[in-house]
């Protein structure tokens, strides 16, 4: 307000102001500016909720080694779906191995089982082929396979091969016995008429550490060719067999030659009508295809044999032969130490199969029932012993010096006691062909010994110094007086054969005599044998014999 302006006239302009509008301002207003952060707010939000709905179970699985593996990389995989991935690796406590923690999708929440199995995929070469190649473009990951358990599990230990068998595969599983493992191992194939049908799955030693366990899967629809009656072997290697018909070359597939291989195949003497053998079913792992196929052994008969000679070339799984025919095995092979004789006889323990006889067993049960009633193995046993019945180490190859045992008649064989009540049964034995063979030679070089080669020599000497003389002195005196006498002889020849040669007179005279004596030789020939006849012409002289009669002229017919 200035100086000259009067204080009425500003009073009215005041009161012409329109009065004013009091509002009330609310006390929690909000500013446009706090929308951004609200709504980034909620966009986190759902973003957390959406993680946390997708995200399954927290797993970890340990590994040997963390080749192929990378943490916030690797994925987790099930038939090739991605079920989940590796978010982190470290080493365990104890530095042994690594562990690998995984992130399970919400749906995989099946896969923390107690039967899941884990392994890293990788490129792989084997002698079942390749596999994993397509790691090569796309990296390693971590295979899966959920089995049927529910229980929750959350760790695990990976396995460092691929299964051969994931779950839910169509067909079964069988169990295999056998003594050693021999070339086989997890993935070694199962082939049936040479087609392959399974492989070998696992295999465990026994708790008795005596034999080893295998488990093999056939792949449907062909582990309906297994029955009870099935027989399964070893198909390993190369058979070679050396026969009548030549040399026979057999081997299941190159695979089994390299990685070995189970076969297996139904006998032609079984029942057709078997029943399909069911899952986990026993089976016994033969050695080879003859041994499997052969017909049932039937009950074991031990025996044991003491030899008095050296068994070298004698091993164990010899063949026994009953003769020619394989009934049994040399179990084992043993020193022992008789005081009396002080010597060390050889026990030898076998086991024969006395049903591998085949008909000739069933005679011989069928005449013991009939005459004494006793059919027994060991009361057989006894008549064919009371019969000659011997065991004899004989060689089976002169070139590698390989022995077997042979159960064989020996004729004028020596009587013996034999207790049917032993156990073991005891067998007589007798000396091998070969031991014989060397006795005969000891024998011939003893009497060789005997002959006095010294003073045969000495004689020998002898006669030929005398004898040496004998031609100096021939020589000297007896072949130039020889020399003359046939100078002598020659000359004598010569006037002899002038005389007589040509037409000389001497030779005509010569020729008449011979003639005259040859006639002489006649008569007297003659007269000889008419005194054979007529002795009485001595005294009574010699009576000529009468003259014929005439004979009647023929009558003519009227």
Known sequence: MTDNENPSELVDEIADLPDPVVRQRSRFGVSLIWLVPAIAALIGLSLVVGKWLKVGPVITIS???????????????????????????RLS?????????????????????????????RPRVGLGGIS?????????????????????????????????????APGRRYVLHTGDLGSLDIGSPVYYRRIQVGRVVAYELDKDGRNVSLQVFIDAPHDGYVTDATRFWNASGIDVSLGANGLQINSQSLATVLAG??????????????????????????????????????????LQMRFQQSMRGLAVDAPVEFLGIAIGRVLSVKLDYDEKTQRFPVEVSAVVYPRRLGVAYDKLVAMAQRDDGDSSAAHLLGKLVGNGLRAQARSGNLLTGQMYLALDFVPNAKKV???????????????????????????????????????????????????????????????????????????TLGSVNGVVGGDSKVLNDLSQTLREVQRMARSLRVFGDYLDRHPEALIR??????????????????
């Open 261 to 302: 291989g189970v076969a297996f195949q139904t006998p032609t003497y079984a029942a057709p009508s078997s029943p399909v053998a069911d899952e986990n079913s026993q089976f016994t792992l033969y050695d080879d295809m003859p041994m499997a196929m052969a017909p049932p052994d039937g009950e074991p008969q031990y």
């Open 417 to 491: 006691e034999f207790d049917v009540n032993a156990e073991p049964l005891q067998v007589p034995t007798v000396p091998g062909s070969f031991d014989k063979l060397q006795e005969q030679l000891a024998e011939i070089v003893e009497k060789v010994n005997d002959v006095p080669f010294v003073e045969i020599g000495k004689n020998l000497n002898n006669s030929l110094a005398g004898l040496d003389k004998t031609i100096q002195r021939v020589n000297g005196e007896v072949l130039p007086s020889l020399k003359d006498t046939l100078d002598g002889a020659k000359t």
């Open 63 to 89: 590994f040997q080694t963390a080749e192929g593996i990378e943490a916030n990389k690797t994925p987790v995989k099930y038939k090739n779906v991605v079920i989940g991935k590796v978010t982190a690796i």
């Open 541 to 558: 002289g010699r009576n000529d014999p009468p003259a014929p009669a005439a004979t009647p002229p023929a009558k003519e017919n009227p």
């Open 132 to 168: 994993g190649v397509d790691t090569l473009l796309s990296g390693a990951f971590i295979g899966a396979d959920v089995g049927e358990s529910t229980e929750f599990q959350d760790d695990f230990i990976g396995l460092e091969i691929p299964p051969p068998v994931t779950h839910g």
């Open 93 to 121: 406590d104890d530095r042994s191995n690594i562990v690998a923690q995984v992130d399970l999708d919400k749906g995989a929440s099946s896969f923390a089982t107690a039967d899941t199995r884990y392994w890293v995929v």
